[in-house]
């Protein structure tokens, strides 16, 4: 004999009801079946809304009851082409009398509302059995609440062993081939009618599997079996083949919903293997639970959680003297009818934190009050503090015992993404580690984790550009051109969730499509940089990196809200990093503080490797002695190809048309953009040092520093074209080219330009090449070099990219 459940979803319309004929038809033949079925989905739901309003005088309720009935009946029609509804009447009259009687006293006790809902369970196993004889299958219809006997704990009844297994026994040599039975629903020895609590079909079923000695147990949902995740939260969360008992146990007791947790225990007794199937793809793959677990397995099985907790913490620094205390505790919450979730106490035993459902909050707080009024009044205990708005997470695996390190990743992984915990438990049997986290991180952490434990997943980097000029638009479609492959060969799923520019914005959470960001863009939401953010930080994704690629100081200054709130930076843009060595210190600190990182390698000579060398150099323990570079691409192409053939404006404005300047070139031509990119080479270096701490010899006639205005400025070259041209003729003279150098060496730095002869490695630079020689402990003799392209769209593109990567890959 095989007992199969059919679930809400999988009784919840015609169409689905039909699956499961097909089902039995395949499965009927060679053995007994016996078949549990729950409300058809959203039923039970309804009928509580509908005894809820009745009992405060809501008279909608009335139109929903007739909704509801019309719905069965039409179902009914429809699959068994019989047009007499009359046993549903029947039902719905009984119902509506029972609820007029709850409007009218104003009173709903948990016995009624017990045989409101069990109804829901009635008219759905009435449907499938009629239709399944229509279908010719042999069938029988049999009231669960003749068989299975409970106590009086209505809505969450236990079922009396002794007395279920007699009905059962002496019903089992009667059962057709194909027994249908109301999930969900029992009654008490008195003959009233009980449930078994919220997804209790499962419960069912397991009891029949048990009493009936059947073979086999087949849980058959909306889902292809257990996860290992909820997959309405994680996306990714993929099937789970093989798990043991204990481990569905876990996983089910901390929130994975698809079984029932108690309808484990009798399958475990008697050591009945349960299969998870899909009703919609009933030969695709599934979950089995046994005793067994395969060695090879994963530690960890599945990530289950539980959205709504609440966390009760008593303490008091009394508390220790006083005896019995966490008996009385529990002895509260207990008579109180309270699930304790989890809990955690301090091994100084000052304080005691447990975690409950959420809808027991106010009802668990009056209850400890209650039992401990003395003890408060007397200020020995503080009155207990409840925190709302909590949810729990358990990492579920058997394995995990004979593994270190686990709770260690587990916490690193929610500290990087800036996920505190509030509170955390193991499990002695050590096949779980829980931990409760607020319910606006839930998604966030669950995700992280899921990517953490599960290697062979995607890590999914989210990433927030803003600034669409050349460099931004060059960044859009190299990441666009490597999405595949990174996915493909590096497991990473590097999407852009946002793109915005000055005036608006474009979210989408599942990934911007980069082949049309454009109009996209276009059309997005008029945004401001505050609203931007405050965008971000809402949707709280884990691996969150915000890409600065504009020039603005109002968006640099935004910086250190950003890396508070655990969200990496990456950026071209120097400000940041060029401000007082204060700022600079604070960026760095909230990176360590919160787990993010800033990075902005290409703040120096574009893509080149420069300062990631220097960091790493630094780690390694070397110690930079002197650096010496041309770091200006701009002022290595306006010197390479100034021959005084052409006026010095001409090639500004020809070097600006090329994107090789800043927006405004008076910038790279005042030496200023040079300075901030030494400065940034001297702090990356461990040193503290301010701009004016750097010495500028500026190529420049005084009258054109200090212009009010772009073309102001470039008349003011023209007129000073005897300038250039005599810089020009004395270098050429010499044989020596012109090169703006940046120093950094025995506590001087400087920025000047100098005439480089022909033996020195700064003579040759084609184009826009810059050139970085670290004179290190280790790199004594010959300096270490770094040689390049130090200016344009692509390559600083690509050096963002590399920054993005290096924050995946930590
Ligand atoms: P049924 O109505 O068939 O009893 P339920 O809604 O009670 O179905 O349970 C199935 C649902 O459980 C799935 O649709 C899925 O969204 C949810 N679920 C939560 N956690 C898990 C998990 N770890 N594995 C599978 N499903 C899960
Ligand atoms: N119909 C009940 C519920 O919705 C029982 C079940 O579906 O398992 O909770
Ligand atoms: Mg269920």
């Known amino acids: 004999m095989k007992v199969l459940k059919f679930g809400g979803t999988s009784v919840g319309s015609v169409e689905a009801i039909r699956k499961v004929a097909e089902i039995l038809k395949k499965e009927s033949g060679q053995e007994q079946l016996v078949v549990v079925v729950s409300a058809m989905s959203g039923v039970t739901n309804t009928l509580i809304s509908i005894s809820q309003k009745a009992a405060v005088r809501d008279a909608s309720y009335e139109s929903n009851l007739q909704d509801l009935e019309e719905k069965h009946c039409t179902a009914f029609k429809e699959l068994t082409g019989n047009s007499n509804c009359f046993e549903i009447s029947k039902l719905f ?41 229509k279908e010719g299958l042999q069938v029988e219809l049999y009231d669960s609440r003749k068989y299975l006997i409970t106590d009086k704990k209505f809505g969450s009844a236990n079922v009396l062993w002794q007395s279920t297994k007699a009905a059962l026994q002496e019903l089992k040599p009667q059962l057709a081939s194909i027994s249908v039975f109301p999930g969900f629903i029992a009654s008490t020895s008195d003959n009233e009618t009980s449930t078994l609590g919220r997804g209790g079909s499962d419960y069912t079923a397991a009891v029949l599997a048990n009493l009936l000695q059947a073979r086999e147990l087949q849980i058959w949902t909306d889902v292809n079996g257990l996860m290992t995740s909820d997959p309405r939260l994680v996306p990714s969360a993929h099937l789970l083949e093989h798990v043991s008992y204990e481990e569905a146990l876990e996983l089910s007791h901390f929130g994975a919903k698809v079984l029932y947790p108690p309808s484990i225990q009798p399958a475990l007794d008697a050591e009945i293997p349960i299969w998870v199937k899909n009703t919609f793809d009933p030969e695709g793959p599934s979950t089995l639970v046994t005793k067994e677990w395969d060695d090879e397995k994963q530690t960890i099985c599945g990530i289950s959680s539980i959205q709504d907790v609440a966390l009760v913490n008593l303490s008091g620094a009394s508390m220790v003297g006083i005896p019995s205390f966490s008996y009385r505790l529990f002895k509260a919450l207990s008579q109180a009818n309270i699930n304790v979730i989890m809990i955690t106490q301090a091994s100084s035993e000052h304080s005691i934190c447990v975690g409950i459902s959420k809808t027991d909050a106010h009802a668990a707080l009056e209850a400890i009050i209650e039992e401990f009024e003395q003890e408060i009044s007397l200020h020995k205990i503080d009155e207990p503090v409840v925190d709302e708005d909590q949810s729990i997470i358990a990492l579920v695996g058997s394995h995990m015992k004979n593994q270190v390190g686990i709770s260690g990743k587990m916490f690193n992984t929610l500290g990087r993404n800036g996920i505190s915990v509030k509170a955390i438990a193991q499990g002695s049997s050590e096949r779980n580690i829980t931990a409760v986290v607020a319910k606006a991180d839930l998604k966030k952490a669950l995700n992280t984790l899921h990517e953490s434990f599960f290697l062979s997943e995607l890590k999914k980097m989210n990433l927030f550009v803003v600034g ?31 793109v915005a520019n000055s005036r608006k914005s474009y979210f989408n959470e599942e990934g911007v499509d980069l082949t049309k960001w454009e109009q996209l863009l276009e059309h997005g939401n008029d945004s401001t940089i505050e609203a931007f953010i405050a965008q971000i930080k809402a949707l709280n994704l884990r691996n969150s990196i915000f890409i600065d690629i504009t020039a603005s100081h109002t968006i640099a200054a935004t910086y250190r809200e950003l890396l508070e709130s655990s969200i990496s930076v990456v950026t071209p843009n120097k400000i940041a990093a060029t401000r007082d060595m204060s700022s600079y210190l604070d960026l760095k600190y909230a990176t360590k503080k919160y787990g993010s990182q800033f990075l902005f390698e290409t703040n120096v000579a574009a893509g080149l490797p420069v300062i990631s060398t220097m960091n790493e150099l630094f780690k390694s323990g070397d110690r930079i002695h002197a650096i010496q570079a041309v770091l200006s691409g701009t002022l290595n192409f306006l010197f390479n190809n100034y021959d005084g053939k052409r006026p010095f404006s001409s090639i500004v404005k020809e070097a600006r048309a090329l994107g090789l300047t800043e927006p405004d070139p008076r910038l790279d031509l005042s030496g200023e953009d040079v300075m901030r990119k030494l400065l ?118 690509s050096g963002i990219f590399a920054d993005v990567l290096r924050i995946a890959n930590q």
């Open 468 to 498: 669409v000029g050349n460099v931004g638009r060059a960044f859009l479609r190299q990441v666009q051109k490597q999405q595949e492959l990174l996915a493909r060969e590096f497991n990473l799923d590097i999407q852009v969730v946002a």
């Open 680 to 797: 940034i080479l001297i702090r990356e270096s461990g040193r503290k040092w301010e701009m004016e701490q750097i010495e500028q010899v500026s190529f420049l006639p005084e009258a054109c520093k200090n212009t009010p205005d772009l073309n102001t400025f470039y008349e003011l070259l023209d007129a000073h074209e005897d300038h250039f041209l005599e810089l020009y003729s004395k270098a050429k003279e010499k044989g020596a080219q012109l090169r703006v150098v940046a120093s950094f060496q025995d506590g001087v730095a400087k920025v000047a330009l100098e005439q480089v002869a022909l033996h020195h490695p700064f003579y040759f630079l084609e184009g826009k090449d810059n050139i970085v020689l670290f004179h290190t402990e280790r790199y004594k003799e010959q300096p270490l070099v770094v040689k390049g392209a130090g200016a344009g769209a692509e390559v600083t593109a």
């Open 93 to 133: 009259v009984r119902l509506t009398e029972i609820c007029r009687g709850v409007y009218l006293l104003r009173e709903l006790t948990p016995r009624t509302s017990d045989y409101i809902q069990s109804c829901g369970e009635r008219l759905s196993s009435y449907i499938i059995s009629e239709y399944l004889k």
